[in-house]
């Protein structure tokens, strides 16, 4: 008796794998659902023979590799409503109601309906619903569907099925003049009016037989042969392939065609600029370019960085023109100092200062921190104190805060926090030295008209700040999304206060921009970003865009506090997008990820990889755990934009003692 189970197996790797379809949930999908029980009692241990069988009726059990392609070909996506034509078994229905949200499918054969009806029930699937009659001309009564699959030859695509596809959809069919030589076509939705179609090789399909369709007359006369099984012609693209068809090419960053390359996104109101590193010079010189281009030629009057607020605003003093304060410190003078004290980012701040003297007070761009809470300032606190009274705790802390991240997963980092003692007593005594600085911070405020857009942020923080800190001390999840939820209401407040027709660009990490509720970070930690929090608000008019690199060099450290050090970056992991991007031979490139303009390759991507995050902490010999997490790169970002080798920032803030820092960032 053969073994169905490692049949079914069998005939996922080989028949479906092997040729180039390798959709994870398009395979799980394929593994729940027993072939078997979908063809006739005596033909059960053909059940995944790599061939359509014949069913009752005179009809065909499609093979199972077609009813593979034309679902991979549909890209159907979780959410999506479906519509099957053809119903037959009922089996494509039944892998279709395990990836889809809402499937109906539809038969002319009553019987072989109501046999379908009864072995979709028993396997639970009560998402689908099967209905009788000629499916030629659609089921209007569910209509608009984002994927419609016909399982039967006609002619040509209906009408009446391109017109009830949702805008986006995708309607895969054979059609041929000759019934018995068709070509399997898919058809997407690109406007109203407007449909895109694309040739997925030769196949051969039972005959859709109706109004839409042949008649039962032709049908007779031109005496349709039996379906054959069918072999790809041509191996399914791979993703690399896809990568390399969709990028398109970037300019070099000093050329004002870099800037322009992003007009796309200059109707949104917000525009996040990512990075895959925060010491990665390509990326401050990237997003710079991108900045002015949004600046210059399409009134973006806002930048806001993933920067602590006073900080910035001294910078901000001099790019705007405003009185220096003169009894304040110079800016970013804490640890992480080569952030935002580099030459690609004194580069971008004389050019806005340039910019800004031109132009009058309410016309000029200013240059905002979004992190007004000061984090690196009170993690500096809590390690001092901790040097105080327990040096053990320091250690653990400045390994901790190293991971103080959403991504970084270091077990033997938790491992020793435990294990230290003195770590949990020393919890009441960070919290109190926390709160007492915060409150000397405030007090000391000056509540000049820029300073006092924090007031409302600041009374929320400290309304909060005793769970954060315990939630920072500890590195929980609460503590990324107060932060996060924080950078947003001071956006949000920086938008009010620059009227209703503001608009903004944000730098921060990939990690706060690339929308977190479709990633490992929301799904399984319940962690938000502002990525996300920007898209609730503003829908399309928020545009989220990421960085990518494969290998070159980055500046970081190797503990939270730690000396600056420039590291080699480690070549992309298998099954990383990392990995994808390098092997698609692009040395630098612009995905456009947004639904609609490049489907096979957003299709592919979707699936989730690993994509790496290095922060300020960059630990190369961990960096599985401690820099990966799988993601869906095209439901993260809008775009993508890629530099295979990139190399580390430099830094002006290491020549210390040199006399920088009083001119900085200036002083050359
Ligand atoms: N998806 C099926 C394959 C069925 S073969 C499976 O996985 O088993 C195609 C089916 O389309 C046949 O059962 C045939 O009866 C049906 N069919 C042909 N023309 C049709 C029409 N106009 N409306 C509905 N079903 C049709």
């Not at 996506?77 to 053809?86: I, M, S």
């Not at 040097?387 to 997963?409: F, H, I, Q, S």
């Not at 909060?464 to 503590?479: K, L, P, T, V």
Request: glycine share 8%; net charge negative; proline share 6%.
């Amino acid at each position: 008796m053969i073994d169905l189970a490692d049949a079914r197996e069998r005939m996922i790797d080989r028949q479906v794998a092997r040729r180039g379809l390798r959709d994870s949930r398009l395979l799980v999908a394929l593994r729940q659902t027993p072939r078997e029980l979908f063809v006739p009692e005596g033909l059960r241990e053909f059940a995944y023979d790599d061939t359509p069988l014949p069913i009752e009726a005179g009809q065909t059990i499609s093979q199972p590799y077609i009813v593979a392609l034309m679902i991979d070909a549909a890209r159907v996506q979780p959410g999506d409503r479906a519509l099957e034509v053809g119903t037959g078994s009922g089996y494509a229905a039944a892998v279709l109601a395990r990836l889809a949200a809402e499937v109906h499918t539809i038969e002319r054969h009553a019987d072989l309906a109501q046999t379908a009806r009864a072995r979709l029930a028993r396997l639970g699937l009560a998402n689908v619903e099967t209905h009788v009659g000629d499916g030629s001309g659609g089921w209007i009564a569910a209509a608009p569907y984002d994927v419609i699959l016909v399982a039967a030859g006609g002619p040509a695509a209906p009408q009446a099925l391109k017109d009830q596809l949702d805008l986006g959809g995708r309607l895969v069919m054979p059609v041929g003049e000759h019934a018995g030589e068709q070509r399997l076509v898919r058809i997407t939705r690109t406007a109203a009016n407007h449909f895109e179609e694309d040739d997925l090789g030769g196949v051969v399909f039972v005959p859709l037989i109706g109004e839409h369709g042949w008649s039962e007359g032709e049908v007779q006369a031109r005496r349709v042969g039996e379906p054959r099984s069918f072999r790809p012609a041509a191996p399914v693209k791979s993703t690399p392939a896809l990568i390399a068809q969709a990028a398109e090419p970037l300019p070099d960053l000093d050329d004002p065609a870099f800037g322009v390359l992003f007009d796309r996104f200059a109707g949104a109101r917000v525009v996040l600029l990512g990075e895959a590193s925060h010491g990665t010079s390509e990326f401050y010189r990237a997003r710079a370019a991108i900045t002015r281009r949004l600046v210059e030629a399409h009134g973006f009057s806002i930048v806001a960085v993933e920067a602590d607020w006073p900080d910035a605003a001294s910078l901000d003093r001099r790019a705007r023109g405003r009185p220096a304060r003169p009894e304040a410190e110079p800016p970013f003078q804490r640890f992480p100092t080569w952030m935002w004290r580099n030459r690609e980012v004194e580069a971008f701040t004389a050019w806005l200062t340039a910019w800004n003297a031109e132009r009058p007070m309410d016309r000029r761009t200013g240059f905002y921190g979004l992190d007004l809470y000061n984090l690196s300032a009170s993690l500096r606190a809590v390690l001092d104190y901790l040097d105080e009274v327990d040096r053990e705790a320091a250690a653990v802390a400045r390994e901790r805060y190293g991971c103080l991240t959403p991504w970084a997963r270091e077990p033997q980092a938790y491992g020793r926090m435990a294990r230290t003692t003195g770590y949990a007593r020393c919890e009441a005594g960070v919290v109190k030295t926390l709160t007492e600085m915060l409150q000397r911070q405030l007090d000391g405020a000056v509540q000049d008209g820029d300073d006092l857009l924090d007031a409302t942020a600041n009374a929320r923080l400290v309304k909060n700040a005793e769970a954060y800190y315990r939630a920072m001390y500890y590195g929980a999840a609460d503590s990324w999304n107060l932060r996060d939820t924080h950078m947003f209401e001071t956006l949000t407040a920086l938008l009010d206060a620059r009227g209703p027709d503001a608009k903004a660009v944000v730098w921060a990490h990939n990690s706060h921009i690339g929308d977190a509720s479709r990633t490992e970070m929301g799904l399984s930690r319940g962690e938000l970003n502002i990525g996300q929090l920007c898209r609730e608000r503003f829908g399309p008019e928020a545009a989220l865009v990421g960085f990518g690199t494969n290998t070159g060099t980055v500046a970081c450290a190797s503990d939270w506090d730690g000396p600056l050090e420039i590291k080699r970056v480690r070549p992309g992991l298998p099954d990383s997008y990392e990995r994808a991007a390098h092997d698609s031979g692009v040395r630098r490139g612009l995905l456009d990820l947004r639904e609609g303009r490049h489907p096979d390759l957003r299709y592919r991507l979707l699936e989730p990889k690993l994509e790496r995050f290095i922060g300020v902490i960059y630990r190369p010999e961990t960096e599985r755990w401690s820099h990966y997490s799988a993601c869906s790169l095209p439901q993260q970002f809008d775009a993508y934009v890629w530099f295979d080798e990139t190399r580390a920032v430099t830094s002006t803030a290491a020549a210390a003692g040199s006399g920088e820092e009083e001119t900085y960032p200036f002083g050359l």
